[in-house]
């Protein structure tokens, strides 16, 4: 308690501890009316260790159950102290596709392309988004084409432009087969 600490540390009088606290002088003399705890306190340690994902509720009925005349906002009181809170949890990322295995190295130029986005601000604030399109085996920046925004034709149109004015590596099909790119 603040005042017992006050009283202690600055080795001052009782009824000033008292007042530097704010803490009546009465509640200083008279002793807790309350029940001892540390039964319950350790039995919902042993519940909440037990089983990590039950909560307070759930740690709550099994009390009951087991005949402890307590009610839900004590439980939430010391599962509280004890620190036993559930973390929260963070919501999944979807995944954009599934993992097929490890994509095959390039071994020459115009083998294999690869493509992202690139995101930026402009001075005055508006957002700036480029495609970019490196050849894997020569890190060659084959296309930069920025825009305020990009839609799926916007996208292909671009895609379609490059490979008819290069050599393009041949499309790769879901099964595994190639078909060269029109030109």
Same mark, same amino acid.
């Given at each position: ?9 600055? *080795? ?11 803490? @009546? +002088? ?25 089983? !990590?994902?039950?909560?307070? !509720? ?10 402890? *005349? ?14 036993? *809170? ?38 005055? &604030?508006? !957002? ?7 050849? *894997? ?16 034709? +916007? ?20 099964? &595994? ?5 029109? @030109?």
């Amino acid at each position: 308690m603040l005042a017992h600490w006050i009283h202690e540390r600055f *080795q001052v009088n009782v009824r000033r501890s008292c007042r530097l606290a704010g803490f @009546s +002088k009465s509640g200083w003399y008279k002793g807790s009316q309350a029940r001892d705890q540390s039964a319950l306190r350790l039995r919902i340690r042993e519940i909440a260790h037990a089983r !990590p994902r039950f909560g307070y !509720p759930r740690i709550h009925v099994m009390l009951r159950r087991e005949g402890w *005349q307590v009610n839900r906002k004590r439980v939430y009181r010391w599962y509280r102290l004890e620190g036993l *809170q559930l973390r929260i949890r963070m919501r999944r990322r979807k995944h954009m596709c599934l993992h097929r295995g490890s994509v095959p190295l390039a071994t020459r130029r115009q083998e294999r392309w690869s493509m992202d986005f690139v995101h930026d601000q402009l001075i005055d &604030g508006r !957002p700036i988004r480029m495609l970019t399109v490196v050849d *894997q085996w020569s890190r060659e920046s084959v296309l930069i084409e920025p825009a305020f925004s990009f839609s799926g034709a +916007k996208v292909a149109e671009v895609l379609d432009r490059l490979v008819m004015g290069r050599n393009s590596p041949p499309l790769r099909w879901r099964n &595994g087969h190639t078909a060269e790119a029109s @030109s």
